[in-house]
């Protein structure tokens, strides 16, 4: 019985051993071959590869679709005016519309000069669109957000700046 006892200890001690290995040498650094980084094969380092790297150039962006051109004007539209549910579904089907031949006309590369009159001619059709399809008032607050870039209207009813006066010393 005492030799058993005593087996079972020295198995226990070993299998106590072989398990704080990895411990110890995680709180020391000691990996692999020697440690302190010197080492290729210690994980610690500068971890270089043998293996040269090719430059990979990233892929270009896929340019956006009409789809998505058109709902980001419809985004700065409707956070420019106020207009409702009806108006803006016509709106939005107009300028998908426009949107889907303007890049027509970008995709067929025809030369500068025909091109600006194309989309001027575009711009005049799409107005004419707008102006028949929607109300007046809307279709006036559309041009002037057109005119900013679609940047939001401002209200300056009622506000004045005062202006500064300097003083001479």
């Known amino acids: ?59 270009p962006e896929a340019p956006l679709t009409a789809e998505e051109i058109t709902e980001l004007e419809m985004v700065k539209v409707k956070e420019a005016l106020a207009i409702d549910p009806f108006e803006e579904a016509i709106l939005r089907s107009i300028l998908l519309e426009f949107t889907k031949k303007r890049i027509e006309l970008q995709i067929l590369k025809v030369d500068p000069k025909t091109l600006t009159e194309s989309f001027r001619k575009l711009n005049d059709l799409e107005n004419e669109r707008l102006k028949l399809e929607l109300s007046l008032a809307t279709y006036e607050k559309l041009l002037e957000l057109k005119e900013r870039n679609f940047k939001k209207l401002k209200d300056n009813s009622g506000k004045k700046k005062k202006k500064k006066k300097k003083k001479k010393n």
């Open 1 to 59: 019985m005492k030799k058993d006892f005593n087996v079972f200890k020295i198995v226990l001690a070993l299998l106590l051993v072989l398990g704080s290995q990895e411990s110890v040498q995680g709180q020391f650094g000691m990996g692999g071959f020697g440690g302190y980084g010197y080492n290729p094969y210690s994980g610690m380092g500068r971890m270089r590869s043998s293996v040269p790297r090719t430059n990979v150039a990233a892929e």
